[in-house]
């Protein structure tokens, strides 16, 4: 540990899985819950998802069977414009398939050491080691648990004269055990299918198949292999070490479903036994030392390049439940939201290593857990990822790129069957298989279930890492083609009509509108779905001029683009949500579907386009702040990018209050029961949702630095109970970097500097009351006077 790395601190073991520390390398997660005694690590596979990879296949096939498609769609369309809400809305259900697939835990590894007492229990944020001092059978031991990205295994270093027990098991099914000299071999059959915990009338939540099913095998293998100078020995299913004074005990794991994620062909059984006994033994050679030294140096390089402090240096652990949940110093506890986002999202999404971060990251315990642990698109997902360029972990990015490639070729075949249309379409949820269809099973009310614009909002992030990296070869070869599928989708999807082009059927996630005193969700034309069809047009045709690319499909974007209805503003003076000035069924709704066009598409600013920034600022005062976790820090980056720091600030201040409420249950969608942060400083819904932990870190850089629409606004919405710090290398659009600092409220030095990108584009900054422009070569830097 350096002397000033954020290191995170409790006083005593946890006792629940909401006060375990965090570690991943992006395939690999584990809870680390310290303590002497008998202690647990609950090990997740960013792999192990219930599934196969036919699965929405042959579901969209089922949907086929049933009568869905382009005919009963245009009888759909037609129940809308004649306002038949009945008819249109049970044509609509008949297109929901069953539900996106369930992330699911893997493994528990279980550590048993004599009793004692617990000195020191810490996450180190810098190196991503959980590390414990113990006081055992009088002997004082040490235990550092890290997931190594280079390895790709789990470590486990105890060192300090003990005795110790290791156990292995899983919550899923055990087909194959081994317990030999030095470790474990476990082999688990991964359920085929599985339905979400708030589908409690389904008999059978998770079901197994047996076996293979088609060309695909639902297996999972887990090994642990251990290095010690104690005496090891073998009882009842434990491994027994006596005499030890070190211990490193490694953990690798090898899935059926990585071989499909990494279009990889299928591999035996018994290959992937051998490939995790490879990858351990490989990783023990290297010794503790080195295992260590490689994770240290490799997750220092990744988190190191940007940094954030507000207020004052803190040197030494920091006490979570006194520095940071009692809301004494909010300068620190921002410092600490930012960097914990930051450590979260390199621990669960890493390139090479499987599925990007999911609704949990990469940390589930529960064989049915909140909303499947999936990918929820028409915000969730989007928040994980707010961060990632800003915050200097752009190659992070990457895994979720990779599932757009998965969704947009399922999503090709959706479009074509389900809607007679071109290019591809996601909706509500996906999976790691690249779910595209529409969830419900028939009765999920269309407000969420049936919405066309999932990938047409997650597709902005394939510009978001060109945008940011300047890597023209990426908007080429990978942003481009997902780019045009979704705009393709677009074209066909809008429909003539009063002169403009609409979207129906249409609805804003996930609120519903009055129609004769009854709630209803079915219209055309939200202003969501219009800004996001906008907003993919418009990157289509700047990719196709940055890129050189002459296609087709540019000339009908630019003859369908000035044709898209413009926001509205409603009689009361705020930004309107659907197409005309309906009664909202909830005023104060969780979701700003309609505020997409402020954050993150920069469609509406304060200076572009005062007028509308005035109505999304009126319709943030009517919604209210509150709500859950992933609402605030949506509300967070929406006030700063409106130039409000002291809401922003204010909104910060709730969402990090310790959770009032029982974790484990589901609250209320109305906001009446908020969410808040755990004792491991896990956001929530509740329950635990790691969205908002993704998204305040995105939100506070906004309030600190902005670089949309070809402008870098410095301090833009600083709150005057931040008076000083410093946020050096922060990310911002066009391949720059910026250093800042600031005093008593004021900027005190600035420096510009260019990592990629086209030199001979104008860089614009406005800062300490005045506006510069410049041009920057790569590796240039510039300092600006303050």
């Known amino acids: 540990m350096r002397h000033d790395d954020l290191v995170l601190s409790w006083p005593t073991p946890a006792a629940e899985w909401i006060e375990a520390a965090p570690v991943g390398n992006g395939r690999l997660g584990a809870m680390v819950f310290g303590g002497s005694g008998r202690t647990r690590l609950q090990v997740n596979d960013s792999t192990v998802w219930s599934g196969t990879p036919h699965g929405p296949a042959d579901s969209l096939a089922d949907l086929i069977t049933q009568g869905a498609g382009p005919e009963r769609l245009a009888e759909m369309r037609a129940a809308i414009r004649a306002g038949d809400h009945r008819t249109a809305e049970r044509l609509l259900m008949s297109f929901e398939g069953p539900y996106s697939q369930e992330f699911l835990p893997f493994a528990d590894l279980w550590l048993t050491l004599g009793e004692g007492t617990l000195q020191s229990r810490t996450l180190n944020l810098d190196n991503g080691v959980a590390h414990e001092f113990l006081t055992v059978d009088g002997h004082e031991v040490e235990r550092s648990v890290w997931a190594s990205h280079p390895a790709g295994v789990l470590c486990v270093h105890v060192a300090g004269r003990t005795d110790l027990k290791l156990e292995l098991d899983s919550p899923l099914k055990v087909v194959h055990r081994l317990l030999r000299d030095k470790g474990f071999l476990l082999g688990v059959e991964i359920p085929v299918d599985g339905a979400p915990e708030h589908e409690p009338q389904v008999i059978e939540p998770l079901h197994y198949a047996g076996g293979p099913v088609d060309d695909y095998d639902p297996f999972g293998a887990v090994v642990v292999q251990v290095d010690t100078d104690g005496e090891v020995s073998i009882s009842d299913q434990t491994l027994v070490i006596t005499g030890a004074t070190e211990t490193l005990i490694v953990l690798a794991s090898s899935t059926s479903a990585r071989d499909f994620w990494d279009g990889e062909p299928a591999r035996t059984r018994t290959e992937h036994f051998a490939a995790a006994e490879e990858r351990v033994s490989a990783a023990l050679a290297q010794g503790p030392e080195q295992l260590l030294r490689e994770h240290d140096a490799d997750l220092r390089a990744l988190l190191g390049g940007t940094s954030l402090r507000i207020g004052r240096q803190v040197n030494g652990p920091i006490d979570v439940a006194a520095d940071v949940l009692s809301g004494r110093d909010e300068q620190l506890t921002a410092t600490v939201m930012f960097q914990y986002g930051r450590y979260l999202l390199a621990s669960s999404s890493r390139p090479g290593s499987g599925p990007p971060a999911n609704l949990q990251g990469v940390w589930n315990a529960d064989l049915r857990p909140a909303w499947s642990s999936n990918y929820t698109v028409n915000i969730n997902t989007e928040m994980n990822y707010w961060p990632a360029e800003v915050t200097g972990l752009g190659q992070c990015h990457l895994p979720l790129i990779d599932l757009l490639d998965k969704m947009a070729a399922n999503g090709t075949t959706v479009a074509r069957e389900l809607y007679g249309a071109r290019g591809w379409v996601t909706h509500h949820n996906t999976d790691m298989w690249g779910w595209a269809l529409p969830v419900g099973m028939g009765h999920g009310n269309p407000s969420w279930a049936l919405w066309m614009m999932g990938g047409a909002w997650l597709v902005q992030h394939a510009w978001d890492h060109y945008e940011f990296t300047g890597d023209t070869e990426f908007l080429r070869n990978r942003a481009w083609p997902l780019l045009r599928g979704c705009a393709l989708f677009g074209l066909d999807w809008l429909v003539e009509g009063e002169g403009w082009l609409d979207t129906i059927p249409s609805t804003s996630p996930e609120n519903l509108f009055m129609v004769d005193g ?119 980056a929406l006030r700063a990018r409106l130039g409000d720091g002291e809401t922003a600030r204010s909104l910060l201040l709730e969402a990090t ?32 949702q790691i969205d908002g932990n993704y998204g305040f870190p995105a939100g506070i850089a906004e309030m600190l630095v902005q670089s949309h629409n070809d402008v870098i606004r410095v301090l833009p919405a600083l709150p005057s109970s931040w008076p000083s710090g410093a946020l050096t290398g922060v990310r911002l659009r066009g391949g720059l970097a910026a250093d800042l600092t600031w005093r008593e409220g004021s900027l005190a030095a600035l420096s510009i500097r260019r990592l990629s990108g086209d030199p001979l584009r104008t860089v614009v900054v406005d800062y300490a009351g005045k506006r510069e422009e410049l041009f920057l070569a790569v590796g240039e830097e510039r300092r600006l006077a303050c």
């Open 657 to 688: 209050r310790p959770l009032g409420f029982d974790w484990d249950v589901n609250a209320p969608t109305d906001g009446s029961q908020w969410g808040g942060l755990l004792p491991n400083l896990f956001s929530s819904h509740p329950p635990f």
């Open 518 to 636: 009854r709630p209803e969700s079915l219209t055309y034309s939200s202003t969501m779905d219009i800004a996001l069809i906008r907003a993919v047009f418009t990157r289509c045709l700047d990719a196709a001029r940055i890129a050189d690319i002459a296609d087709p499909v540019l000339a009908e974007i630019e003859k369908a683009l000035p044709m898209l209805r413009p926001p509205a503003v409603s009689d009361g003076g705020w930004l309107q949500e659907w197409v005309t000035d309906l009664p909202e069924h909830d005023p104060k709704h969780r979701h700003m579907s309609q505020l997409v066009t402020v954050y993150p598409l920069g469609q509406i600013d304060p200076e572009s386009t005062p007028e509308l920034a005035q109505a999304a600022v009126n319709l943030m005062d009517r919604r209210g702040n509150g709500a859950m976790g992933w609402s605030w820090a949506w509300k967070i």
